[in-house]
């Protein structure tokens, strides 16, 4: 039976339902949908990142049923109105109405519809469109999800696969001073460090530094987790 590559490691996705896929599949979903994303950001206000984190974690990356049967991304439900073909599913009750769509842009689409058109997602709209900690935080302040982890989910996605970069893209942001942290200072030994802000685990912090966990808890005589904010780490 072959292992999983450390290369390509798995994701657990768990929303309307768990779906487990290598990391090389949300790749690809990533790239299948990217443009889409953008698209409704420029029609739309809504971040590409935002849009993409959402389809991955809602659709198991494209492997849920609601994914794979209904070209549902998103887990939106029937609600009142809905007029177009629907497809029962077990989520927060048993056999939910769900929508159904012909095609996935459809579903980006009516997501996209769906946060612009309810008043209790107008918060959003008045944020910075790369600030994709916010919106993630603000999506579940408006009540989109009741996972408390939702926001934390959502952000590790985006860092993790990079999805601020199309958002910088429609943006025009042309420079990513985000591979140049302000949190980093490189010393004259060559010995590199990383003070602690708010929102950062040790798996973000060593992707940002291209390096691993377990190297960051050596060079620091870590045993746990649990960092602080305004801790000083050497990277490298």
């Given at each position: 039976k072959p292992t999983t590559p450390v290369s390509n490691p798995t994701e657990t996705l768990q929303s309307t339902s768990t779906t487990t896929v290598y990391a090389d599949v949300v790749k690809n979903y990533i790239e299948q949908y990217k443009e889409t994303a953008k698209d409704n950001m420029r029609k739309h206000g809504i971040p590409a990142s935002i849009t993409l984190a959402q389809g991955i974690l809602e659709s198991g990356a494209g492997n849920g049923r609601l994914a794979k049967e209904a070209n549902n991304h998103f887990g939106i439900k029937c609600h009142t109105g809905w007029t177009g073909e629907t497809i029962r599913h077990d989520d927060d009750a048993s056999q939910e109405c769900f929508r159904k769509y012909r095609h996935a842009s459809?579903?980006?689409?009516?997501?996209s519809l769906f946060l612009t058109s309810r008043s209790r997602y107008s918060d959003l709209f008045v944020l910075k469109k790369d600030d994709y900690k916010s919106w993630s935080k603000g999506l579940k302040k408006a009540g989109y999800a009741?996972?408390?982890?939702?926001?934390d989910k959502l952000i590790s996605l985006i860092e993790r696969y990079e999805l601020y970069k199309h958002d910088d893209e429609v943006l025009?942001?042309?420079?990513?001073?985000?591979?140049t942290p302000q949190d980093t200072l490189v010393t004259d030994s060559g010995t590199e460090t990383h003070r602690v802000a708010q929102g950062d685990t040790l798996y973000s912090i060593s992707?940002?530094?291209d390096t691993t966990?377990?190297?960051?808890k050596r060079l620091n005589n870590l045993s746990g987790n649990d960092i602080s904010i305004?801790?000083?780490?050497?990277?490298k």
């Open positions: 459809e579903s980006f689409s009516d997501h009741t996972d408390p982890k939702y926001p025009g942001n042309t420079t990513d001073v985000r591979t992707r940002k530094h966990v377990d190297e960051i305004g801790q000083v780490l050497r990277v």
